[in-house]
């Protein structure tokens, strides 16, 4: 069965260090994963996404997600972190199997950004 | 271009009391999802429609709850009579078809408190 699993509820950085938000998913079949980013009182919004091309994804406002088939982790990270991303960040897992298509959602990130 | 409008922005009604929410996918979207957001159980998938047609309501709690898609431009999701267990934010989300590994466009979300 698909699950993912986002190891940390909370993230606090520094502004201007970097970010690391941590992912591991199980999948039977080639999974396709997402992360997906939630500003307060806001919907969601696609950062970033992963369908079986480059292993290494960018996405949006310069974060990325690496695919790692053997760690099973589809970790988010930016190298300098905004004010901005202050924010709740979901990782997700399509679940592709015959007629049963669904997304697994995480639980959630909040990362915060301090000054 | 207009997103995924959903209304109203927040609902505070009595227990009992018939709610109705209401979502326009992004123009030329087939397939449109609602979700429930809360603290303990995070992001849950509904229902979803593909052309206007229901395809897996295995996520509406019971009962109490029902979506309509009369038209390819409007959905509802409807609950009556409410419990405050009901109390969350509800989220429409659509696609351009029904491929799971498509990017999902979110509204801004219902906040809905039962009291």
């Known amino acids: 069965a698909q699950s993912v699993t986002q190891l940390d509820s909370h993230v606090s950085v520094s502004e201007g260090t970097p970010v690391l938000l941590r992912c591991n998913y199980s999948?039977?079949?080639?999974?396709?994963l997402f992360w997906y980013v939630q500003h307060p009182n806001k919907g969601l919004q696609l950062l970033l996404k992963y369908t079986s091309a480059a292993t290494l994804v960018k996405g949006i406002n310069g974060f990325e997600a690496e695919f790692k088939k053997s760690e099973t982790s589809f970790h988010l990270t930016k190298p300098s972190a905004h004010m901005s991303d202050a924010a709740e960040y979901f990782c997700?897992?399509?679940?592709?199997?015959?007629?049963?298509?669904?997304?697994?959602w995480g639980l959630g990130t909040s990362l915060a950004v301090n000054p | 271009d207009a997103g995924v409008i959903q209304s109203p922005r927040h609902e505070v009604t009595e227990m009992g009391q018939e709610v109705t929410l209401r979502c326009k996918p992004i123009?030329?979207?087939?397939?449109l999802f609602w979700y429930r957001q809360t603290m303990m159980r995070g992001l849950e998938l509904l229902i979803y429609f593909n052309n206007n047609v229901p395809i897996d309501d295995s996520g509406m709690p019971e009962d109490r709850f029902s979506a309509k898609m009369p038209n390819a431009s409007f959905s509802t999701l409807k609950i009556q009579p409410s419990e405050p267990r009901d109390s969350a934010v509800y989220f429409c989300?659509?696609?351009?078809?029904?491929?799971?590994?498509?990017?999902?466009?979110f509204g801004d979300g219902t906040r809905l408190s039962i009291l």
């Open positions: 999948s039977s079949y080639s999974p396709s």
């Open positions: 989300a659509s696609t351009p078809s029904g491929r799971i590994n498509q990017p999902q466009h």
């Open positions: 123009s030329g979207h087939n397939s």
């Open positions: 997700v897992v399509s679940h592709n199997a015959g007629n049963n298509r669904k997304l697994i």
